[in-house]
């Protein structure tokens, strides 16, 4: 999944409006974040394979540190405790460990058996990555409530919170379709580095243009 992890982190910020959208992102694109510089070092694997399902061309057999369920449970929990010391913001907090967790059901009810429980454990994946429709509806229409829901939560302060919003927004759809229309990559490496950059780009604007927005009281 893709875009509907950004959903998760947009419609958190109706819930946890006083934490950035950023923080609120990065939970719920957590396992995402980790697993390209993971794979760079060599602690998880994947391939290059297309038609492994309609959707992807990734084979994705080895990834247990950044995408099983008891890791998710660890980063959820530490990324929160994190936040808890730092800010002391309970909604903040609750939707951080809600966000990271997300993520590993959200991938389950997308990816084929390869979401692993634990490390070296039985892996599960519902698979609706084999059917392209089913996989672009569920995902706009989650993305949709998403972005609706951030929408009714804030409001732009200044041209930078209205335009780099719906930049950031449009980049994601355009993006997200693009994918579906180029040839898959050759290499790991590039998946991973482009993934890493993506990251942090994403992250760095969705910071700088929630500053630029107010919350709706
Ligand atoms: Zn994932």
Request: charged share 15%; proline share 9%.
């Given at each position: 999944m893709f875009i509907g992890h950004f959903a998760v982190g947009f419609a958190a910020k109706k819930f946890?409006?006083?934490?950035?959208?950023?923080?609120?992102?990065?939970?719920?694109?957590?396992?995402?974040?980790?697993?390209?510089?993971?794979?760079?070092i060599g602690w998880e694997h994947m391939r290059i394979?297309?038609?492994?399902?309609?959707?992807?061309?990734?084979?994705?057999y080895d990834y247990p540190w950044s995408h099983s369920l008891v890791m998710c449970a660890v980063w959820a929990t530490a990324f929160a405790f994190l936040?808890?010391?730092i800010t002391h913001y309970r909604p903040g907090t609750i939707a951080i460990w809600i966000g990271v967790m997300s993520h590993w059901?959200?991938?389950?009810?997308?990816?084929?058996?390869?979401?692993?429980?634990?490390p070296g454990g039985p892996r599960y994946g519902l698979g609706l990555w084999d059917s392209i429709p089913g996989t672009m509806i569920v995902e706009f229409a989650m993305f949709g409530i998403g972005v609706w829901l951030y929408v009714r939560a804030t409001r732009p302060r200044d041209r930078i919170?209205?335009?780099?919003f719906?930049?950031?927004?449009?980049?994601l759809l355009?993006?997200?379709?693009?994918?579906?229309?180029?040839?898959?990559?050759?290499?790991?490496?590039?998946?991973?580095?482009?993934?890493?950059?993506?990251?942090v780009v994403m992250l760095v604007w969705a910071w700088w243009f929630d500053r630029h927005r107010a919350i709706r009281e």
């Amino acid at each position: 999944m893709f875009i509907g992890h950004f959903a998760v982190g947009f419609a958190a910020k109706k819930f946890a409006p006083r934490t950035s959208l950023a923080v609120l992102l990065a939970a719920p694109l957590f396992s995402d974040l980790l697993w390209p510089p993971f794979l760079l070092i060599g602690w998880e694997h994947m391939r290059i394979d297309p038609g492994n399902t309609k959707f992807t061309p990734f084979d994705l057999y080895d990834y247990p540190w950044s995408h099983s369920l008891v890791m998710c449970a660890v980063w959820a929990t530490a990324f929160a405790f994190l936040h808890h010391l730092i800010t002391h913001y309970r909604p903040g907090t609750i939707a951080i460990w809600i966000g990271v967790m997300s993520h590993w059901f959200l991938d389950w009810i997308t990816h084929r058996p390869d979401m692993p429980l634990y490390p070296g454990g039985p892996r599960y994946g519902l698979g609706l990555w084999d059917s392209i429709p089913g996989t672009m509806i569920v995902e706009f229409a989650m993305f949709g409530i998403g972005v609706w829901l951030y929408v009714r939560a804030t409001r732009p302060r200044d041209r930078i919170g209205r335009y780099a919003f719906l930049a950031y927004v449009a980049l994601l759809l355009v993006a997200y379709v693009a994918d579906r229309c180029s040839p898959p990559p050759t290499s790991p490496a590039e998946v991973a580095w482009p993934g890493l950059v993506m990251g942090v780009v994403m992250l760095v604007w969705a910071w700088w243009f929630d500053r630029h927005r107010a919350i709706r009281e």
